[in-house]
Structures are given as structure tokens and as C-alpha cells.
């Protein structure tokens, strides 16, 4: 009974792993030659650089604001705190195209701080700017809540005798805590650049859709949609091996033993 | 109806999706129903005529609206229609011709220009007015009627002219509807959209002047397999049922030339 049971669950196991599998396997497999040429002049690089540039700026303001957050989280308990970290959780919710129109609305030209940013000769919506926020924006919660559970679980005694031994609180932050929550940190780090990667709803409603300016891959992917399906493809698929180089870069860096050598 | 959104399948799908219906025990008495696919642009008027032709025949009608692209990928992949009425010929070109009867001309919706009420855009001569101009993708209909236009313009306006309105052009959304949404916003402050996007809404419309101005000819064709009252159906949406199209922008038009 137990075998039947752990064959039913391994069936079921392997179903989902040829699931999520198959329709990248099957992207490839319908492409057809020439599709790369055309997707290079249809602007494959131009946008992969936009997006890969846009998404390292994103990553780099939410690990600088990030951790600082994540750090406040653990030390706290009381109500504040709670009801700010059910805050961050909300953009992981909310259907990107939401995201969009929630950001025009406080930061667009007709928007809650529209008159006061135009007064100061600032125009955010259809810019750089706008990409990087909307990536910002939807990528927040799979880094800050992670590394604040990961914070969490550093041991308070552990913090205490690190100070009775005259190790100021930055020295511990950055020679304990963090080295101890290194591998969530880096896998927080990896989930929500990928998001941002993928970002492509609100990023489409508030940042717009213009080739050099605004148009990351995802965007061109879909702009590429209402044409031949063949270049549309071969982007998906270069998102997709960046997507993995990104994983398989972090993981590697062992930024746990970079982290580590300080202590 | 749910059901069938979420399981495209191919050939013989009726049984298919009668098991995904009694499975998610949702209410599946449109078995029978007229499944009409419409391009954004013309789903709102094609609910409507619906309506009209459900009342009139009993069929009942069932519009599924979305981009003339992504219905076509859907149609080619077999997905369960009965009627396609995308926004352009170009649509019914290719995989997607295996499927269908020989198309039919349904009728005209005209590009026009679109502007905020506050801005200073009155025409198509004006648009270099504007600060934000936002224009469809070229790869969407929309987007290459406005090329067509605004070369056209060119000519008559000037080298000068066309400068401005390119440095202005903020994005090239990926449909029309996309294109609208930034003017209603306030986000932008004009845009070339169809006159049925237009009608109805408190934007103020130019029409394009004559002699730049280019028609999108919507066509409406039958699936190969559907039942005779497919049939009925496009033939009276072409004459009484235009009506309700209309009443949205739409004219009747000659047949390309």
C-alpha cells in the first residue's frame, strides 16, 4: 500500500516537472531558420539591453532599500510593523495591469502627485524611470518578505554575545546576520529579479511601449505577437536562458562564503 | 463558458468541453450558441447585434473579443468558433484561410485623431501641438493606418511638421484600446484611433482630412465546419444587423477596388 502510494506520488511529481517543462520545449522546437535574423532586426538586443539594464538598477534600489526594511521587519513585532509587512505582500497580489494604472494614478500626469512632479519639470510615465519603478514595484515582495523571515531566524543570543564582545550593531549586521542569512538573501534576490524580468502589465500601462526608450523583451515579445510568431519565440527563448544565467550566476557566487571571509 | 476559455482544444471538441463543464460544474447550456470571435475594436457592437439576433432568430450568441492576431492563433490552433470578424483582411490571410469560408466585407471604421479637451490639437495639422502623442505599435492595425496617415501628412504639412510629431510620439501601444486608455488617463494628449473607439467617449475628435484619410475594411467570414445558422447570421449582420455597428462609427463601404 505504501509502494502504491509512493509510485501515485512520484507519477504525480513527474507530471508537473513534464507540465512545466514541455511548453519550453515545444517553444523551441517550432522555431524554424531565419527566425533569429528576424528577430535581431525586430530589435532583439536593443530590448534584452534595455531589460537587463533596467532590472539591475531595480535590483540594485530593493536590495539598498530592501534590506534596511527587511531588517526592521524581524526586530519588530507590534502592530506597525505587521500591518507594513502585509503592505509589501500586496504587490505580489495584485494583477499586474492593477499595478500599472495604481502607479499612473499616484505618479502619472493626471495622478495624485502629477501636478506637483510636472511643477518640478518631472514627467515620469513613458520613461526609464517608469520601467525601473513598475520592475521595483512588483519585484519588492519576493526579496523584502524572505530576507526578513531569514533575519528572523538569526538566533538573538548569537547578536547579544557578538555585542558584549564590543561589536558595534553594523559590524554584527553585516559579520553575522547577514552572512548567516546569505543563501536567502541571494535565493530573495534571484526570485524578484526574475519577476522584474518578466514584469510586462504594468510596465506596459505606465511606462508604455517604445523601441530604445521603454520597450523591454517582454513587451517586444508581445508587440512582436500581432506579427510572425518566429521572432517572438527566439526572444522568449533568449528571456528565458537570461532568466537562468541570472539563477545559475547568483547561486554560484557563493555570496554566503564572500560574506563569510569578513568574520 | 469558462470551460471553454481554459481548454482550447481541437476537432471534435464538443465532447471535450461538455466533460470540463460537467467537471467544473459550470452552467453549459450554450452548447447550441453561435460562437462569434470579433476583434476588440468591434466587440461591443458585436454584443449588441448579438443581442439583436438573438431576439429575432433564438440562436443565441456568444462574443469573444480580443485582438484579430491572438483570435486568429486561436482559430488556427482549432479553437471552437463559429464566426470571425477580425479588423483586418490581412487576418484572414495564411493557416488561419484553411479554416474558413471565403470572407465577406462587413464594413468601414475610419482612423481619426483624438485629442484631450484641454490640449491645443484641433486637427491632424495640429498634432505637433501636443507634448505627449501616443501612436498604435506598427505591428498592430491601428499603428500602421497611423504610419499610412501620417506619411501621407508628410506630404502636405511638411518635413518640419513630421519632426515634431516624432519627437513627441511617447509610445506605440500594442492595441487600440491601449492607445485610447492613455489619452482618457490624461497620460497623453493625443492619439489616431478608430472613429468607433472615439464615439462615446468625452475626448474631442478630428476627422482626417480628406485625401490622407485610409479606411480599415473589416471583414467577417464563417468557419468551415459551423452549422447553417453561422451563415444566417453574417449574412444579416452585412445588412439589417449593421445597423448596430452603426450606431458605434461604422459605415457601410465599397468593396476594395
Redesign the interface.
Not at chain 2, 510620439?169 to 500594442?174: F, G, H, L, Q
Given at each position: 500500500m505504501t509502494d502504491a502510494l509512493r509510485i501515485a506520488a512520484k507519477a504525480l511529481g513527474f507530471a508537473l516537472v513534464l507540465f512545466l517543462l514541455l511548453p519550453f520545449v515545444a517553444l523551441a522546437l517550432t522555431l524554424s531558420a531565419g527566425d533569429y535574423t528576424a528577430a535581431v532586426d525586430r530589435g532583439l538586443w536593443e530590448a534584452l539591453l534595455l531589460s537587463l539594464g533596467s532590472t539591475t538598477i531595480a535590483a540594485a534600489v530593493l536590495v539598498l532599500s530592501g534590506t534596511p526594511l527587511a531588517w526592521w521587519l524581524a526586530r519588530r513585532s507590534g502592530w506597525l510593523a505587521r500591518r507594513i509587512e502585509g503592505l509589501v505582500r500586496l504587490p505580489a497580489v495584485t494583477p499586474p495591469a492593477v499595478a500599472g494604472v495604481a502607479l499612473l494614478a499616484a505618479f502619472g500626469r493626471a495622478g495624485l502627485f502629477g501636478e506637483a512632479l510636472s511643477e518640478a519639470g518631472i514627467g515620469i510615465p513613458f520613461t526609464l524611470a517608469a520601467v525601473v519603478l513598475a520592475q521595483l514595484f512588483v519585484a519588492a515582495p519576493f526579496f523584502v518578505l524572505p530576507v526578513a523571515d531569514a533575519f528572523r531566524e538569526v538566533d538573538d543570543e548569537l547578536l547579544w554575545t557578538a555585542r558584549s564582545l564590543g561589536t558595534g550593531p553594523a559590524a554584527v549586521f553585516f559579520r553575522v546576520v547577514l552572512p548567516m542569512s546569505a543563501p536567502t538573501f541571494v535565493g530573495g534576490l534571484a526570485m524578484a529579479w526574475a519577476r522584474a524580468l518578466g514584469e510586462f502589465g504594468a510596465t506596459l500601462v505606465f511606462a508604455g511601449n517604445l523601441p530604445g526608450v521603454t520597450q523591454t523583451l517582454p513587451i517586444a515579445i508581445y508587440t512582436e505577437m500581432e506579427g510572425d510568431l518566429g521572432p517572438a519565440r527566439v526572444m522568449a527563448l533568449v528571456l528565458l536562458g537570461f532568466a537562468l544565467l541570472l539563477f545559475a550566476a547568483l547561486r554560484t557566487a557563493r555570496v554566503e562564503r564572500v560574506l563569510g571571509k569578513r568574520t | 463558458m469558462y470551460a471553454r476559455g481554459l481548454l482550447r482544444v481541437s476537432g471534435g471538441q464538443r465532447p471535450v468541453a461538455l466533460i470540463a463543464c460537467a467537471s467544473l460544474l459550470s452552467a453549459c447550456t450554450d452548447g447550441d450558441a453561435l460562437r462569434v470571435f470579433a476583434a476588440a475594436s468591434v466587440g461591443q457592437a458585436m454584443e449588441e447585434a448579438g443581442e439583436a439576433w438573438t431576439a429575432r432568430s433564438g440562436v443565441e450568441v456568444r462574443v469573444t473579443a480580443a485582438?484579430s492576431?491572438?483570435l486568429r492563433?486561436q482559430i488556427e490552433a482549432g479553437a471552437p468558433a463559429d464566426v470571425y470578424a477580425p479588423a483586418s483582411f490581412a487576418h484572414l490571410e495564411g493557416a488561419v484561410s484553411e479554416r474558413l469560408e471565403a470572407p465577406a466585407l462587413l464594413g468601414c471604421n475610419h482612423p481619426v485623431v483624438v485629442a484631450r479637451p484641454g490640449s491645443s490639437v484641433r486637427a491632424l495639422s495640429s498634432l505637433d501641438r501636443a507634448e505627449?502623442i501616443?501612436l498604435g505599435?506598427p505591428?498592430?492595425p491601428i499603428g500602421a493606418y497611423a504610419d499610412a496617415i501620417l506619411a501621407r501628412a508628410t506630404e502636405r504639412y511638411g518635413e518640419a511638421w513630421r519632426r515634431r510629431v516624432d519627437r513627441r510620439?511617447?509610445?506605440?501601444?500594442?492595441d487600440v484600446r491601449?492607445v485610447l486608455?492613455?489619452v482618457q488617463?490624461?497620460?497623453a494628449d493625443a492619439a489616431i484611433v478608430y472613429a468607433s473607439d472615439a464615439a462615446g467617449s468625452p475626448l474631442r475628435v478630428a476627422r482626417i482630412p480628406d485625401g490622407l484619410e485610409v479606411e480599415a475594411r473589416y471583414p467577417v467570414a464563417v468557419v468551415a465546419d459551423a452549422p447553417a445558422e453561422a451563415r444566417d447570421f453574417a449574412r444579416w449582420l452585412r445588412e439589417d444587423g449593421f445597423a448596430h455597428l452603426e450606431r458605434h462609427g461604422w459605415t457601410r463601404c465599397e468593396a476594395a477596388p
Open positions: - | 485582438g492576431q491572438v492563433r505627449r501616443v505599435a505591428e498592430a510620439v511617447v509610445s506605440r501601444e500594442i491601449q486608455t492613455k488617463l490624461g497620460e
